[in-house]
């Protein structure tokens, strides 16, 4: 009996760190610069710019097309055209959780574009952590649905 015990303390010993998870650190204001790298790269007008934020897996579900964007280059597609406007993203309100290798920023932006037309808009960002580098996985942004000044 005393050696089926032992036997199960030292194996569950051997065991344990080969279990043990190691999370890549981040902080709320680093997952906010994630969103600023990705507005920088709006910035530069070049929608491979843009993709490189993105995971190859990622799913965008943007604010000025019905499609869903599944791959790298349905994402080039939608953002060589968003780009033609020259948008510049502002945020109005945010919420960061934070996980193991993993962040979700949502809130609230608004669009600035080229015409000088504001596009108040929703998201959400989630983040993962792959060789040592964050990348959106998922991205959702839709316009407000209601005017502004409208009271719900």
């Avoid at 934070?98 to 960002?125: M, Q």
């Amino acid at each position: 009996m005393y050696k089926l015990v032992f036997v199960a303390a030292v194996a569950s010993l051997v065991a344990g760190p080969a279990l043990a998870t190691t999370c890549t650190p981040i902080t709320e204001k680093q997952v906010e610069g994630l969103f600023d790298r990705w507005n920088a790269s709006l910035a530069t007008l070049n929608p491979d710019k843009v993709v490189e934020n993105y995971a190859t897996d990622a799913v965008l579900l943007p604010t000025v097309s019905n499609k869903p964007r599944l791959t790298q280059e349905e994402r080039k597609d939608y953002f060589k055209e968003f780009l033609k406007k020259k948008p510049q993203g502002h945020i109005d309100s945010r919420t960061v959780k934070i996980g193991c290798d993993k962040a979700i920023d949502t809130g609230t932006y608004t669009f600035t574009l080229s015409d000088g037309t504001k596009v108040p808009a929703r998201y959400t960002f989630t983040y993962h952590v792959e060789n040592g580098k964050w990348l959106i996985t998922s991205h959702h942004s839709s316009a407000m649905p209601e005017k502004v000044g409208h009271k719900s």
